[in-house]
């Protein structure tokens, strides 16, 4: 059973720039969620997608945009990238829509630095 | 007033000693609280998961929740230089996204 991928697993980007980041779900898990772990804090819930749709979004402005695949790969998309966007970006994924038995397995992460 | 409250430490404990973590919370909502475990560079693993008030007991680690106070306890018992991590707390009402405290560094000392 492979567990949840994510790449890159490092990258460095200006203001202004556009990233994409991947996730790969565990083996059987159709639901991915996205959070954003800034230094020192804990993640923070980005959106879910559950059957290619988003289901459910936290307090993040649209230029946080993803997308999931029909194998239930995910990618997370930023757009005009700013200095506090700098960041661990954790994929996790579930089997289901949201609700609070859901057991999330984490990715180790993509790091992204914004200069 | 932040959703989930937690100590960041850092908490530094000899080897063999039993750790409390902790973490408060304002939304009498929430029924689901678990524990993640992250280890330097990786993604967060979830360690304890228990539904609504009480204790659960998993090898060295308990998990307590007492709702009435709004507050919920990991202990862990003979702790060992593996367990250095950071502890994040994590709770959902159930049909929400889990909020997650800010996590608590914990260094076990050989």
């Known amino acids: 059973e492979t567990g949840v991928t994510q790449s890159p697993t490092h990258l460095i980007k200006t203001r202004g720039q556009q990233v994409t980041l991947r996730c790969s779900s565990q083996s059987g898990h159709n639901t991915v969620s996205w959070y954003q772990q800034a230094l020192g804090q804990g993640p923070q819930f980005i959106f879910q997608y559950y059957r290619e749709e988003e289901n459910g979004r936290g307090n993040f402005p649209p230029r946080f945009s993803g997308l999931q695949f029909p194998n239930y790969s995910s990618e997370l998309n930023v757009n005009a990238l700013e200095l506090d966007d700098s960041a661990l970006y954790l994929c996790?994924?579930?089997?289901?829509?949201?609700?609070?038995?859901?057991?999330?397995?984490f990715g180790a992460g993509s790091r992204l630095t914004v200069l | 007033q932040k959703e989930v409250e937690q100590d960041p430490g850092p908490l530094s404990v000899p080897e063999g000693a039993i750790v409390s973590l902790n973490c408060t919370y304002s939304n009498s909502a929430f029924q689901y609280f678990m524990w993640y475990r992250q280890y330097s560079r990786k993604g967060p693993e979830l360690l304890m998961y228990t539904y609504s008030s009480g204790n659960k007991e998993d090898g060295r680690f308990t998990a307590q929740v007492d709702k009435s106070s709004k507050y919920i306890s990991l202990f862990i018992r003979d702790s060992q230089p593996s367990d250095s991590a950071t502890y994040l707390c994590?709770?959902?009402?159930?049909?929400?996204?889990?909020?997650f405290g800010k996590g608590t560094r914990l260094s076990v000392i050989a």
């Open positions: 994590a709770m959902s009402s159930g049909n929400t996204p889990l909020v």
């Open positions: 996790a994924s579930s089997i289901g829509m949201m609700t609070g038995a859901n057991v999330l397995t």
